[in-house]
């Protein structure tokens, strides 16, 4: 018998069917992903007709709802499938796509005291921490994403910097920030929305491993004082965007630490690699920082969005966003809400794919999962070396690759890799992302997905000398 929900507004008629059908998409979704496949293919008549269709005024049918649903997610672009480089994203690990539909099964809102959800989250923050190697002490919360959690971060860093600037404004004062030339937008960004501003982001110089310059920065700081200018904060990289590479987070805590400015490590890539053998000796000096970036939608391999914002003291966040209005109440037993620590209200429980994640698979297993990509992206590395035909812009220190393919004398390398980016986009056999190193256009593979296989990066190198060969004959 069909079984109906008794009193909804809105029954889903035959729930358990369209249930059962759900899961069965899912489960062609992960086995579609278990290999790669040929190539990308393209939105079709069917697919672009529906996509204009007005909105519906009548009930539809809830499995031919999700058929269509699933129709048009098979031809996008997604980061699950094991031979997609280009940016850094999830994998869509299994259980955190379960643990998602159950997040928003409940629908809680970890806004307000939220019961055993908010300590499943806190729970969530402290095991990252762990699992990175923060301070024991560790606290935070989950943001929407890097960029995100980075803003919040920097809001708590100004107010500890200028106390009050949240109800005063900047009041004539003038601020900045100071992070590598290498930090990713979201630094800018966040100095943009804060008051900061964009040009008062100072971009030290990087050394020959493209890392911040300590004493750079410690000049600039100490520069910017002389001028009556109040330094925020330092943002170090842990794994940049560009090339993953490292800031030297030790030295960078001393120049921190004697001058009292806050140090914030943006690990929303890399951070994860903390916690390998292969890589956790370049995180040394994460225990001194203020606060970190960990995107597990990255490289914790879960879906978005699910970024981890650890602090050393949460008190900072407090004064930066705490309120007592007349409809947010605080009791004695509660006296903290999860929004008093940060910008966002209506907070979903992002942190149970995270929590699900570490629960089944185990911290060793993800850090093996990691420890895998970044041998995957030495053999990458080793496999562009030992060719004549390319060329390998720097060394990975984590698993970004940047490369580019030797052209023909009369051709220059850089219009070449830009054609040859376009040419394999076009192709879609593998997903690589066009980046441009000190103004030398390039390709960059990034490999952060527990799908990827030794053959899916061989296959980089495929792609990359048939398809350049191919746009060396046709310029
Ligand atoms: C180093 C770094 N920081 C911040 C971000 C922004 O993260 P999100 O896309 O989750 O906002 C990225 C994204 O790639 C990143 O690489």
Redesign the pocket.
Known sequence: MREEPAGSSLPLPDREAVLEHAAALILETWRSFDAARAGQPLPAERHLALLSESLPQRPGEGIAALDAAADVLDVSLTQARPRFFG??GGSGLEIGVLGDALMASHDVNVALSAGAATLLERQTVRWTGEFVGFVPSADGLMAA????S?LTALTAARERALPGVRYEGLTGHRLALYCSAEA?Y?VRRAAEVLGIGGRSVRAIAIDSNRRMDPGACAAAIDADRRAGIVPVAVVA?A???LTGAVDDLEALAEVCASREVWLHA?G??GLPAAATQLAGHLFKGLVRVDSA?V?A?KWLYVPKAC?VLLVRDPAALEAAFSHDESYVPHTDREDVHPVDRTLEYSRPLSALKLWLAFRVHGAQAIATAIERNLRQARLLADLVRDDPRLELLVEPQLSAVCFRHLPPEHMTAAAHNAALAAAIAADGRIMLAAATVDGVPCLRACIVNHRTTEDDVRSIVEAVLELGARVSRTR
């Open positions: 940016w850094i994403g890097g960029t995100l980075n990713h979201s990289t794994g940049t965007t943006d929303a890539y970036t995107d939608h970024s």
